[in-house]
């Protein structure tokens, strides 16, 4: 007799899990995602159908990762939402920019409290002298991705970049919209909300766009990120003093890359997502390793957030400072960067990460004339040598910071480097090669693709677009099949080399 | 229009000679003018035609041809 349904176990599915969140690349998501295209195909010309089942759906996401934070969306989207209509409708200035400092300052109030009461209260007892308590704050998952995408919509209103949406139900689907609701893109109002209401198609393009990404994302998140973090790089960081200094030096730059392909690689499947429901988003990497400068690691590097501090805080600061000139400038790159590492998590090891970044962007803005006139004397100033070696050296810096990134705390972070100074052990990196060859060649694989011509992945791209349906499907089969097989596979013994 | 006057602050400022400015090119399209850079830029404008804008006025530039036009107003005046 077939076994019947556990239909408590079916409606298990449906309800908060603290630990099963419905992430992209589960099976759960999968069939979900399915279902909710399904309806897009079937629904395709009757568009309030279609908002009104992405914003369904969208909720139902977020409420099975944040349980009954789901209110804190609607708020914001409600705070928002009127905010922009006043600011937009007030005649005097000194009005609109009190509506919108006020509604700032709601924002981030809310946004601070949840991320950073105990970081601060913590601060406070240790300078007073007391015992500290943590208080029992549960952290609402995405907060600071749509805090900060709501803040765009009133800050373009404020700046007349956009007219605030008449559409209250538009509104809560560019706050909602469930593929970057929880870790970004952070897009702007001003390219989200036109599409809304445009008509649902894909081209070819699009279609082999989202392969691609798919099949890139799946491959960073969960081959590279998931196995090398899991089997190499997160033991090292957990314990640093356990493994020899060549070994630390070796998950130091193994991290770097993980932590882009962890980042990229989910960025990549909820661009896919988005594309397939037919938005199109900010991109949010740009092979950040390929820097030249820090600068430049910022165009490349979570470009959403970076175009958001740089459009909304940093540009502002250095303006309103302008008559200090480089000064002004400055300050303004300090306290952006104060921002970026806080903005990061409450901890010192972020806020350290922002003050590096910070001293490497004046360092170089203020010797920029200098560092020219004698690239320029030798005759390299635009040559490759010069710039090969510009990226060289910006990527050993950027490896440096990402160690603070990951660290757990800055006593971890001084352990790790005094390892590496004083407990080398250089003949250690062949045994290591030996026993984790697959580390060693994901890890070398993940670079060589990073630093590949970027047209070659257009050219995939296209190449991707053109091959009939069948033939993509088994791309996408042949992909999974390899990734479930990482995904599956056992944790690598743990050896300690010292001994 | 652009005018002569603001095209020759900005070749000047950028050290730049033959690029071609138009009312639609944003700072992104220039070589050199970058958000550190930015700043020099509006200095220089603000002291070629002896006035001071808003901080406000200036983020709202959206492209050469609004600077233009903010120049313009601020001129008349």
């Known amino acids: 007799m077939p076994e019947s349904i556990d239909f408590q176990k079916l409606l298990e599915l449906f309800q908060y899990d603290k630990f099963d969140p419905l992430l992209f690349g589960t099976s759960l998501f999968l069939f979900f995602f399915l279902a909710v295209l399904i309806i897009y195909r079937v629904f395709a010309q ?30 914001s989207s409600i705070l928002n939402f009127y905010s922009g209509k006043f600011i937009f409708k007030t005649a005097s200035q000194n009005m609109k920019r009190l509506i919108l400092t006020t509604t700032i300052i709601i924002n981030l109030g809310i946004l601070v409290y949840f991320k950073y009461t105990n970081f601060f209260l913590e601060i406070i007892m240790n300078i007073s002298g007391g ?35 008449d559409s209250f139900r538009d509104f809560t689907l560019f706050i909602f919209f469930f593929p970057n609701l929880l870790m970004g893109p952070i897009d702007r109002a001003s390219t989200f909300i036109p599409q809304i209401e445009r008509e649902y198609k894909l081209t070819n393009h699009d279609v082999g766009l989202a392969l691609f990404l798919i099949c890139s994302g799946l491959i960073k998140k969960y081959v590279i990120a998931d196995y090398v973090s899991l089997n190499f790089t997160d033991r090292v960081f957990e314990f640093p003093l356990r493994f020899t200094g060549v070994e630390n030096l070796l998950a130091i730059y193994g991290a770097a890359m993980v932590g882009y392909c962890d980042f990229s690689g989910y960025t990549d499947l909820a661009l896919a ?37 740089l459009d909304y805080l940093f540009k502002p600061l250095q303006i309103s400072l302008r008559n200090m000139r480089g000064y002004g400038t400055s300050i303004a790159i300090f306290v ?22 910070s001293i490497y962007l004046i360092f170089s803005m203020a010797t920029q004339k200098y560092r020219d006139a004698f690239y320029s004397k030798l005759g390299i100033k635009d040559s490759k040598v010069l710039r090969v070696f510009q990226i060289f050296f910006t990527f050993n810096l950027l490896v440096f910071t990402a160690i603070l990134f990951r660290t757990p705390s800055l006593e ?68 999974i099949w390899f990734v479930i097989q990482f995904k599956s596979a056992e944790l690598q013994p743990f050896i300690y080399f010292q001994f | 229009m652009l005018s002569e006057r603001l095209i020759k602050v900005l070749n000047k400022e950028l050290n730049l000679s033959d690029f071609n400015f138009t009312e639609e090119t944003t700072a992104n399209q220039v070589p050199g003018w970058d958000s550190l850079n930015h700043i020099n830029i509006i200095l220089a404008i603000e002291k070629e035609y002896s006035t001071k804008f808003k901080g406000i006025e200036i983020l709202r530039v959206k492209n050469l041809g609004d600077l233009q036009k903010l120049i313009d107003s601020k001129t008349a005046q």
């Not at chain 1, 369904?56 to 969306?73: D, G, P, Q, T």
């Not at chain 1, 397939?276 to 400068?293: E, V």
Request: glycine letters at 4%.
């Open chain 1, 336 to 357: 952006t960067f104060f921002i970026v590492g806080l903005w990061h998590g409450p901890n010192w090891t972020f806020i350290l990460f922002g003050l590096l970044h």
């Open chain 1, 412 to 479: 971890y972070f001084s352990h790790m480097l005094s390892q590496i100074f004083t407990y080398f052990h250089a003949e250690v990196l062949l045994q290591y090669v030996e026993a984790y060859p697959i580390i060693i060649i994901l890890l070398g694989f993940a670079y060589l693709m990073h630093y590949t011509p970027l047209s070659w992945e257009k050219k995939t791209v296209e190449l991707l677009s053109k091959i009939p349906v069948v033939v993509q499907a088994l791309i996408l089969a042949v992909v």
């Open chain 1, 131 to 165: 015992e500290f308590e943590p208080l029992k704050i549960l952290l609402p998952i995405g907060i600071s991705f749509y805090t900060f995408k709501a803040m765009s919509y009133i800050i373009e209103i404020y700046f007349e970049m956009i007219e605030p949406t």
């Open chain 1, 46 to 75: 009757n568009n309030a159908l279609k908002i009104y089942s992405l914003i369904f759906f969208s909720l139902f996401f977020y409420y099975k990762a944040a349980n009954y934070f789901v209110a804190l969306l609607l708020l």
């Open chain 1, 273 to 309: 997502v988005g594309l397939l429901l037919g938005f199109k988003m900010i991109d949010n990497f740009n092979r950040p390793f390929k820097a030249y400068s820090i600068a430049d690691y910022w165009r490349r590097w979570h470009i959403s957030l970076s175009t958001w501090l």
